[in-house]
C-alpha cells in the first residue's frame, strides 16, 4: 500500500478524520460543561460557516440541487447527534460514552457501503471487527461511572453519525466543498433553534435565573472555536476519503476518534490509563494494517 494509491489515500484520510473528530469531541465536550451543548453547535459552526461561503465565493464552486439536500439532511442529523453526544459527554465518563458511541457509529456506513459496492472481503471485513473492538477497548475506562441517560443519547449520537457519514458521503459527489458548506447551514440553523428553545424554557421557568448567572464567553468561544476547526477539517477529510475508496474503510476507520478523545483526557484531565486501552491501540494497529490489506 502506498499513499499515492487510492485505496493508501482513503486509509490515510480515514485516519487523519478519526484523529480531528477526536479533538473536536473532546474539546466540546469540555464545553459542555460550561454550557448547554446547542450553544456550542450554534457558535462552533457559525465560526466555520462564514469560512466555508468565503472558500466557496472565492472559488467559484458550482452548485448542484442533490448536493444542498443531502447536505442540508446531513447537517440536521449530524447536529442533532452532537448535540446528544455533548450531553452524554457532560454527564458521565467520556471514555465510555465515546466507547459506545465509536462502535455504533460504524454500522449503517458498513451496511450501505456492502449494499452499493459489494462486500468488502474477508480480509478487511477482519480488520473492522478489530476496529470496532479497538475502538471499545482504547474509549472505555473501567473506572468511569456510567449515567444511564448518557448512555442511552451515545448509542442515539452513534445511529446518528452513521447516517450523517451516508448523507456526507453522497452530498460531496458533485461538490466537497458545497456539501460542507449546507452541512454547517443545516447543523447551524440546527444548534441555533435549539438554544433559542432552551433559552425560552429558562425565561418561562425563571425570568430573573435566566440572565442573573454570567455566560463564560471566553472559555466558551475560545472552545467553539476549536471545535469548529477541528469539526470542519475533519468534515473535509472524511469526504475525501470516502470518495478516495470505499464508504466502509473511510468510516471505520474515522470512526477509530475514540482513541483521541481518550488520549486527549488522559492528557488534559489526568484520567488514568488501563491495560485494557493500551490492548485497543494495538489492535487498532491491527485493524489498520487488515483494512489497508
Known sequence: ????????????????????????????????????????????????????????????????SSTILYGLLGGVVGAIGLIALYNALSLGSMGLTAAICGVVTTVFPVIASWLREGHAGGTKLAGFAVAALAIWLLAYSPGGTPHPRGLGMAVLAGILFGAMLILMRVAAEQSVL???TWVRVASTASGAAASLLILARRRARSP????????????????S???????????????????????????????????????????????????????????????????AA
Open 1 to 64: 500500500m502506498t499513499a499515492s494509491h487510492p485505496g493508501g489515500q482513503a486509509v490515510l484520510l480515514g485516519l487523519a478524520t478519526s484523529a480531528l473528530w477526536g479533538a473536536a469531541d473532546f474539546s466540546g465536550g469540555l464545553a459542555a460543561r460550561r454550557t448547554a451543548p446547542p450553544f456550542i453547535i450554534a457558535l462552533a459552526h457559525a465560526l466555520s460557516l462564514v469560512i466555508l461561503l468565503a472558500v466557496c465565493a472565492a472559488r467559484h464552486e458550482p452548485l448542484h
Open 178 to 180: 458545497w456539501a460542507m
Open 208 to 223: 430573573r435565573a435566566a440572565t442573573a448567572a454570567p455566560f463564560p464567553w471566553r472559555s466558551v468561544l475560545l472552545l
Open 225 to 291: 472555536a476549536i471545535v469548529g476547526v477541528f469539526d470542519t477539517l475533519g468534515n473535509l477529510l472524511y469526504m475525501l476519503a470516502a470518495l478516495a475508496g470505499r464508504l466502509d474503510v473511510a468510516a471505520v476507520l474515522s470512526a477509530l476518534y475514540p482513541g483521541t478523545t481518550m488520549l486527549l483526557a488522559l492528557l488534559f484531565l489526568k484520567e488514568k490509563a488501563t491495560r485494557s486501552q493500551g490492548a485497543g491501540m494495538v489492535l487498532a494497529l491491527i485493524a489498520v494494517a487488515l483494512i
